[in-house]
């Protein structure tokens, strides 16, 4: 009841947006260059409706215009109704552009279950006493694959061997400002290899001994305090990691850093432990003490004009938007305010709050 009134409200808020982006012909009016990059989509047969839900979005606030390819990647075979329906609805999206580059990939069973190293006995007692502890996810198995596979896994498949860059998209987001910029062209100009629109805390039963693990990786490697970029993330009074992360169903970044040679080794050191299964680690705060371990700060971008909502959260950039060609931006804090909130939707702004501020006390320090 909640989901349906709040997609009526989402349908209201983005119905103005779709209308300029069919008068665009891709490339050439977006300037000509593109970043050698991909639209990744992790998704179940099943999540169908909900990709639909997010590429009317995509499409029409971004994609439409620039046409950088979709990967849509699965740990079992896609379907023909999937693959055909977002093909349609791409095509459809551009008034008919027949051949959108779609492309759909299955995942080597090796990145999607148990290393050997796990002890599958120990980890299915440890999921039953972590969902009665109330850890969200913590008994659906294919939960701790999926974040493993995401934090470890995702950059090397084959269909992503020729990019340097990745968008990540989710089911069921919806996309609230037109974008009159290339984000990939700017990380990559800028010397960003990672970007963010959401900041959220953990949920910190879910984590409880990545902060041992994060010293153990700094003592093996002789760093002897949390970098600078880690320190966006720690705790200075408990000398640990403090929860706060990268909401990950959003993210652009570099698969050049992903793939590289000390990513790779940070990502060894933490599944080492078997705590992808034996706790729930996310690929959020997973791929955020990464950033805050192996990046330099100014490699780390807020996309603070990216305005976003996926399930019950929203980012509602306070930012100007350019206006005129693009059409104003369907966020408004404002509306937000009065109507989201009283349905329990938990507003930018109210939840994001100290986070935020966090970051900005940090950004101002270091970047
Ligand atoms: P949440 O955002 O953390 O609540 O988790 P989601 O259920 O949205 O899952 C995150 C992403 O992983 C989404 O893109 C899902 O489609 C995808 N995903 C989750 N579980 C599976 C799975 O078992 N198989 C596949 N192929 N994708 C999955
Ligand atoms: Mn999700």
Redesign the pocket.
Same mark, same amino acid.
């Given at each position: 009841n909640l989901y349906r009134h709040l997609e009526r409200k989402y349908q209201l808020l983005s119905s103005p947006l779709p209308a300029f982006a069919y008068e665009y012909g891709g490339v050439e009016a977006a300037g000509g260059e593109r970043a050698n990059a991909a639209i990744v989509?992790?998704?179940? %047969?099943s @999540?169908v409706d @909900?990709?639909v839900h997010t590429l009317r979005t995509f499409e029409s606030t971004f994609n439409a215009r620039y046409r950088y390819p979709y990967v849509f990647? %699965? @740990?079992?075979p896609w379907t023909y109704e999937f693959r055909s329906r977002i093909t349609d609805f791409i095509s459809r999206k551009r008034g008919g552009d027949n051949k959108p580059d779609v492309r759909f990939g299955q995942?080597p069973a090796a990145h999607?279950s148990y290393p050997s190293h796990v002890n599958q006995t120990k980890a299915h007692q440890c999921m039953q006493a972590m969902k009665k502890a109330g850890v969200?996810?913590a008994a659906?198995e294919?939960?701790h694959?999926?974040?493993r596979f995401?934090s470890g896994f995702f950059y090397k498949h084959e269909l992503l061997r020729e990019f340097e860059w990745y968008w990540?998209?989710?089911?069921?987001v919806d996309y609230l400002c037109p974008l009159h910029y290339d984000p990939f062209q700017y990380m990559a100009t800028h010397g960003k290899r990672y970007g963010f629109n959401i900041l959220a805390p953990e949920f910190m039963a879910t984590i409880p001994s990545l902060t041992s693990t994060l010293k153990s990786y700094m003592s093996t490697h002789h760093i002897t305090s949390p970098p600078p970029t880690l320190q966006l993330m720690w705790n200075t009074t408990t000398d640990s990691y403090n929860g706060l992360h990268f909401w990950s %169903?959003f993210e652009i970044g570099s698969l050049t850093w992903l793939r590289s040679s000390e990513y790779q080794r940070f990502f060894n050191h933490l599944d080492a432990t078997g705590n992808f299964y034996y706790e729930r680690w996310?690929d959020?705060p997973i791929h955020s003490v990464a950033a805050g371990m192996l990046l330099k700060p100014d490699e780390i971008h807020y996309f603070e004009e990216i305005g976003y909502r996926?399930?019950d959260r929203v980012h509602c950039p306070q930012v100007k938007q350019v206006e005129g060609v693009y059409g104003p931006c369907g966020c408004d804090l404002d509306r937000l305010k009065t109507t989201w909130v009283k349905w329990g939707v938990w507003a930018y702004k109210d939840h994001w709050g100290r986070e935020l501020e966090r970051w900005r006390e940090w950004a101002a320090k270091w970047q």
């Open positions: 989509v992790l998704a179940r %047969n @999540d @909900d990709v990647l %699965n @740990d079992k995942i999607w969200p996810y659906v294919s939960y694959h999926m974040c995401q990540r998209l989710e089911p069921d %169903n996310g959020a996926h399930g």
